[in-house]
């Protein structure tokens, strides 16, 4: 299956590891990953902010480089899916695909929800995979500690807990529980900036609960949550380390043997 | 200009910001064991309470004719009020007919008499209201405004009350809350012997039968509502059920939403004055309350007028429990307030306060009716902007232009790490708090191309 990898303007401009890993996981799951490179952010940012005129050209242009042309038929995820020759997006972003599903036929007023899924509701919901890596798989000498956060938008595409079964699925990787997992990281956009005071005491709370489970790396699924919990943890001087969660997947898958 | 929630969390007692935090985090567990214990799938009881819901606010007029035509059956006079001003007065004329030389009012808990601000009024035409709820009576005493929807003095500690209590000379001072209670209490028995006018809300209000339901917890309802002469009821349009088997549903979601009983201490079924009883109110009147309801029905934020007013969204919300619900200038505070707040009195005034919201949707996932609060306040934001009612910082038209070509988004990447280390008054949000972000590894785009 091809799959078009949506970047997120955030991986772009910062985290391209987690683009790379994404590419990486999306192969080892057998799928043939295409770039568009057009591609440049879905227009959350004005949407959030209430500048939506800003936000639909935007979204103009994001549909011209992943569908063709703005105004392309309407879809179903869900068919889209079965249909071997349709085009879906993937995207390492609850968030940016919530957008797309949600924001966008909100924002244009139709009932139109494109195929674009987030990573892991690609590979468990749609390629039915319940195991990571696939295949056999070294055996670790040491299971890592990791706290997991959920990223708040997921609700928006009805994401249930496929990010943490696959974390939950490898053999390295022990997730301890964390105080409050409902509780959001206090980022919201451009909240965090123009509400930084409430924004940074509920990330420090988060921050707080994190550290008190004894795990030292934070993994997440969206880049949003953690390029704002990362910027407290160093202004704080905490040791924790923040990744995808792609990271975590990609780092085991095992290198091929050449023939 | 910093916002005014952003404003007050850089003021708020730390002390107070621990109160409200503790109290919602037990509420918002102790609700999901509640809902559990209540409904074999509380989803689903969600999702029914806001179709039924959703059917009352399609058939609104013929049910709130239905109701009052019932209600005038079993003897409660029943008057409509467009406005705050209208409901004012029709409780002041009410008041005058009974009490012409003014005195003390009992009033029961209620959000729909703080919302048009009835007390200052009462006061200023020579009555005395005493609020009964234990906590808003304290609100009372401490002429502050209640901060959430179900629990009126979440922000304060037992020994804020006490200080109170002390000052108004209920008795010797005492942090054990049995021993407030009960000062609070011989204080308030005294009221209710004099009062001859009990003021309430309505919780639900049954079409069918022209019942008016009452929940509460401490028994001031009963007694502000059966102990004086004169019972006035004000209630919201749109706080109808069709017939009253909804009420097996709602009552129960309400009590595990609000306060994780299945059931409140006291249900009221009120159907109209005393008739062979030998006690009980002589007159009972309720007063509809459109106050900007008929035109919220007409808007895209109808369905906020679902809301059962249970505080479940407070709790939850993370912006709430840092700040609390004075942080919203508002008598509806936390995700319900940011919504309704410019919803009933427009975005020029308040529609600044949907901006206090990171979106995460954990209010629209424990609303007992499913209101899609985080829509609403997006629909909100544009509605401001488009009315010129809330200007934002950023230039979102110059982000437009980069984001839509695709070299001009390639070149502002490369500038990324020079552009980062340059001062902009935008940062300063950031850098408060976070240190700047910066790039991880290698950047996507060049490992792509080298690949291939």
């Given at each position: 299956m091809t799959v078009k990898l949506m970047l997120t303007c955030l991986c772009d401009a910062f985290y391209g590891e987690v683009g790379i890993a994404t590419v990486r996981v999306l192969e080892h799951a057998g799928c043939k990953v295409e770039f568009p490179a057009g591609q440049t952010c879905c227009g959350q940012p004005p949407f959030n902010a209430g500048d939506w005129e800003a936000s639909r050209s935007v979204a103009r242009h994001w549909r011209e480089v992943?569908?063709?042309?703005?105004?392309?038929e309407i879809r179903n995820p869900k068919s889209a899916i079965r249909d071997p020759k349709s085009e879906i997006v993937v995207a390492p972003s609850s968030s940016c695909a919530a957008m797309i599903r949600e924001g966008y036929p909100l924002m244009f007023g139709y009932d139109d929800h494109l195929p674009v899924f987030e990573l892991s509701e690609f590979l468990v919901d749609h390629l039915g995979i319940d195991k990571w890596p696939i295949g056999p798989a070294p055996q670790p000498g040491q299971k890592t500690k990791i706290a997991f956060h959920q990223a708040c938008h997921g609700r928006g595409i009805g994401l249930k807990d496929q990010q943490i079964r696959l974390l939950a699925s490898m053999q390295g990787i022990e997730i301890v529980p964390i105080d409050q997992p409902e509780q959001c990281c206090g980022f919201g956009g451009a909240f965090s900036i123009g509400h930084p005071t409430v924004s940074a005491a509920i990330g420090k709370q988060k921050l707080k609960r994190v550290v008190e489970s004894g795990a030292t790396i934070l993994v997440s699924g969206d880049m949003g949550c953690l390029i704002h919990l990362q910027g407290l943890i160093e202004k704080e001087g905490l040791k924790i380390e923040v990744r995808h969660f792609a990271e975590i997947l990609a780092e085991a898958i095992p290198a091929k043997v050449p023939a | 200009m910093r916002p005014p929630v952003e404003k007050f969390a850089r003021e708020i007692a730390p002390e107070k910001v621990a109160n409200v935090s503790s109290a919602s985090a037990t509420r918002v567990i102790s609700r999901i064991k509640a809902l559990a214990e209540a409904f074999e799938d509380p989803d689903a009881a969600r999702r029914h309470a806001a179709e039924v819901k959703n059917y009352v606010l399609d058939n609104l007029k013929d049910l709130l004719i239905q109701l009052e035509a019932k209600c005038q059956e079993n003897g409660i006079r029943v008057y409509w009020a467009k406005d705050g001003e209208r409901a004012r007065q029709i409780a002041l004329e009410i008041c005058r007919a009974t009490y012409p030389e003014g005195g003390t009012i009992v009033k029961a808990k209620s959000m729909v008499t703080e919302e048009i601000h009835l007390n200052p009024f009462l006061e200023e035409n020579g009555y005395r209201p005493v609020e009964t709820d234990l906590g808003e009576y304290v609100v009372q005493l401490e002429h502050e405004t209640p901060s959430h929807i179900v629990a009126p003095i979440v922000h304060m500690n037992r020994g804020q009350v006490a200080n109170a209590f002390e000052r108004e000379g209920l008795g010797p001072r005492t942090e054990d809350p049995v021993e407030l209670t009960m000062q609070a209490r011989a204080k308030l028995r005294s009221h209710f012997r004099e009062a001859q006018i009990g003021i309430s809300g309505v919780n639900f209000a049954v079409a069918e039968t022209g019942r008016l339901v009452l929940v509460e917890n401490e028994g001031n309802n009963r007694l502000s509502t059966t102990a004086p002469v004169v019972h006035i009821a004000f209630m919201g349009?749109?706080?109808?059920?069709?017939?009253?088997?909804d009420l097996a549903l709602f009552l129960r979601l309400l009590g595990c939403s609000a306060t994780?009983?299945?059931?409140?201490g006291y249900v009221h079924l009120i159907s109209g004055p005393r008739k062979e009883?030998?006690?009980?109110?002589?007159e009972v009147h309720l007063i509809l309350l459109d106050n900007g309801r008929s035109r919220i029905l007409r808007s895209q934020y109808r369905e906020i007028l679902r809301c059962i007013r249970c505080g479940a969204c407070q709790n939850v919300c993370p912006v709430y429990r840092q700040v609390s619900g004075h942080a919203y200038h508002y008598v509806y505070s936390g995700p319900i307030g940011a919504v309704l707040a410019p919803a009933l009195d427009g975005v020029e005034k308040m529609g600044w306060v949907a901006k206090a919201s990171s979106l995460c949707g954990a209010c629209e996932e424990v609303c007992p009716v499913c209101i899609p609060i985080p829509r609403m306040l997006l629909q909100i934001r544009d509605e401001s902007v488009r009315a010129g009612a809330v200007k934002d910082s950023v230039p979102w038209h110059l982000f437009a232009k980069a984001a839509t070509s695709g070299w001009q988004w390639r070149a502002g990447l490369k500038l990324l790490p020079m552009a980062s280390k340059m001062p902009h008054p935008l940062k300063q949000g950031w850098t408060e708090y976070r240190a700047m972000p910066h790039r991880v590894g290698r950047p996507f785009r060049s490992w792509w191309n080298e690949r291939r």
């Open positions: 992943f569908f063709g042309s703005p105004q392309s | 349009i749109e706080k109808i059920l069709p017939c009253e088997p994780a009983q299945h059931m409140t009883e030998r006690d009980g109110p002589r």
